[in-house]
Every structure is written in C-alpha cells, then in structure tokens.
C-alpha cells in the first residue's frame, strides 16, 4: 500500500515540473559555470539574486494565469482576456485623463480611474459569461474570439492610435508596482509577492471549498453537475467575471511597467502566454483538472527558461518563444502518451489473467 502511495505521489504532474525546474537550474547553473572558467564572462549571473530579480517582467500575465486556469477547470476557453485587459487600461487613462483636465486632484483622478479599470475588467468578463451561459450551442472559443475583437476594437474607439503618456508624480506611482523591495536579503519585485498572496488565495478557493471542487467537477461532466443540484450557469458567470477582474489587474501592472505609456494595441497575445502557463500547470483544455500549485511551477519555469537561454546561450526572443513552445507541446502529449501506456499495460495484464484462468 505504500508502495502504492509513493508511486502515485512521483506520478504527480507537479513533481514532474519540480523536477524540470530542478534541471534547467542545473543546466543553466553549469553553462554559467562554464563561461565563468573560460573567461566568457566576469562574474556569475545565474544566482538565486539575479533571477529573482529577472523575474519580473515576466510575471506581467500571472494574475491573468489565474483567471485563465478557472476556465480551463470548467473546460472552457477565453482569448479574450488580453483584448480585455487592454480595454480595462485604455479606460483607465482615459479616465484620469479626463479627470484631470476637468480640475479634480490628481490623487482622487488615480483612484477613481483604477476602479473604473477593475470594474470594465469584471463588466467584460460578464460579457463573456453571460454569452457562454446562454448560447450552449456555440463554443466559449468562437463566442470570446468575438469578443475580443469587440474588445480591442472598443479600445481603438476611445484613443484610436494615439499613445496616452503620463508624466505626473500622481500617475507614475503606478510605476512603483514595477520597483524592487527587499526580501530575506535580496531584491524582490512587488508584482511576486503579492501574485504568491493572491495564488495562495485561489488554492483555498479550488482546493479546500466546495465551490472550488464544483468548477473541476463541471469540467469533469457539466450535465452530471446540473442534475446534482449545482448551479453550473451561475459558477461559469462568476468565473468569467473573476477572469476579467484578473485580466484588469494584469493590465495595471502592465501600465507600471511600461512608463506609465497607454495604447490601444498593448498586451496583445497576453492570453497565449496565460493559456500556455496554465496548461503546462497541469489544466486542461478537457477540465476537470489542474493545480495551483503547478500553475506557480508553469510561471516560474517559463520565467527562469527565458532568463537562461536570453542571458547565458543568447538566443533571441523567437527562439525562446519556439522552446516554450515544445515544452508546452511535450507537457501536453506527454500525460496523454503515459495514460494510454498505461491502458495499453492493464489491458495487456488482464489478458494474461484471462488466459491463465483459461
């Protein structure tokens, strides 16, 4: 029996990613290593204070991750989260823009603005959800493409290709959301503690109340679900809402991140790089399953892989693209080789135990 338990314990998808982490730290640490001892380079780059600090341009769509990783529980698809994202900030300075001019304190214009781009966020997420939930018959990916080039094209609308740019000390405190804070010794970026605080709130959510287990067990059979009594139109509201929210706070630290500069085409395949965190944390496309825990893994792995291959191997930005992209196609065939491995064996056994009772 525990035999049994520890084989199932090393089976577990989020130890395969603590194990490529462990890899590619390995791999990279080596390379650093190398170009050290030839005289490459000066001094080491590859240490625990360097990525951290690296890090932080590329948790710019972790919050949207976690939007996205509740659809893919239900087994939904949006791509229309970054559209959404983008219309949420495009609001937002236009908002304080007009606030300003119209003679109220900046600090009053900030505030006012940051919750109209929260609530557009969530009012676009309902969108989405109130589509999803009343047209069955069409697939939450045709009716969220549509959306999203609602989206993007709303944002176009309100500033068309001009590009919102602003240099008070009011709005550049959003720039401070981009800045480094001491932690444990070493330079920390705002943006990972406070996504570790908001993950650690949706594992509670997911995993340890009943409203969580019912997203995974929509994904898993959604009549099923239904004719137990819960309300599965109603949870795939609030999920969409929640996507929305989440893909608005992604779009306020985009804002801090980029000099305070607003434009109608920004974050645009955010919602590829979310999709693809999402997976390779171990969610499905076919719902019903995922970690948390594994998304954190998926964000940190695709983090510390551009770091590594940009700054020790040099490969361009499309290279590193097209890595995480294999990655993502092998954590995707991978389970589904090893289940059907798996079949292929017990079938394989049971024969023999039908013959040999023969």
């Keep these: ?3 049994k338990r520890l084989v199932s314990f090393f089976m577990r998808w989020e130890v395969f990613l603590i194990l490529l982490l462990a890899v590619m730290c390995l791999v990279f640490n080596a390379q650093d290593a190398y170009r050290l001892s030839a005289g490459l380079a000066k001094k080491d780059v590859f240490n625990v204070a360097n990525v951290v600090r690296s890090l932080r341009p590329y948790m710019l769509y972790s919050f949207m991750t976690l939007g996205m990783m509740l659809i893919l529980g239900m087994g939904d698809m949006d791509i229309s989260v970054g559209a959404a994202a983008t219309l949420s900030v495009v609001v937002l300075g236009v908002t304080y823009n007009g606030l300003t001019t119209g003679g109220m304190a900046n ?3 900030l505030i006012i603005s940051l919750a109209a781009c929260l609530m557009v966020g969530a009012i676009c997420g309902a969108i989405n959800g109130s589509l999803v939930t009343r047209f069955k018959e ?3 990916m045709i009716i969220t493409l549509a959306t999203q080039l609602f989206f993007r094209g709303f944002s176009y609308l309100l500033i068309g290709g001009q590009t919102l740019t602003f240099n008070d000390d009011t709005f550049a405190l959003l720039k401070e959301l981009n800045s480094l804070i001491d932690m444990f010794g070493i330079r920390v970026p705002v ?6 605080v908001v993950a650690a709130v949706f594992f509670f959510w997911l995993h340890l109340t009943s409203s969580g287990r019912k997203i995974f067990a929509i994904g898993t059979n959604a009549v099923a679900t239904r004719y137990s009594g819960v309300r599965v139109d109603a949870i795939k509201f609030w999920c969409f809402v929640v ?10 630290f985009f804002v801090g991140a980029t000099s305070s500069s ?11 790089y979310a999709i693809a965190a999402a997976i390779l944390g171990g969610f499905s496309t076919d719902g019903g399953k995922g970690s948390v825990f594994g998304v954190v893994l998926s964000l940190l792995i695709f983090g510390i892989m551009k770091i590594g291959l940009g700054t020790l191997y040099g490969f ?3 290279a590193v693209n097209l890595s995480v992209g294999v990655i993502l196609i092998l954590s995707v065939l991978g389970p589904n080789m090893a289940g059907k491995i798996q079949d292929a064996l017990r079938v394989r056994k049971r024969r023999a135990e039908a013959s040999k009772a023969a």
Excluded: E, N, Q
Excluded at 191 to 196: A, D, E
Excluded at 243 to 252: E, H, I, Q, R
Excluded at 262 to 272: E, N, P, R, T
């Design 262 to 272: 607003i434009k109608a085409d920004i974050m645009d395949g955010y919602h590829m």
């Design 1 to 3: 029996m525990k035999k």
């Design 191 to 196: 943006i990972l503690p406070i996504f570790l």
């Design 316 to 318: 361009a930005d499309s």
């Design 107 to 109: 600090m009053a214009a």
């Design 138 to 140: 069409l697939f939450p």
């Design 243 to 252: 996507a929305g929210l989440m893909s608005a706070v992604t779009g306020v």
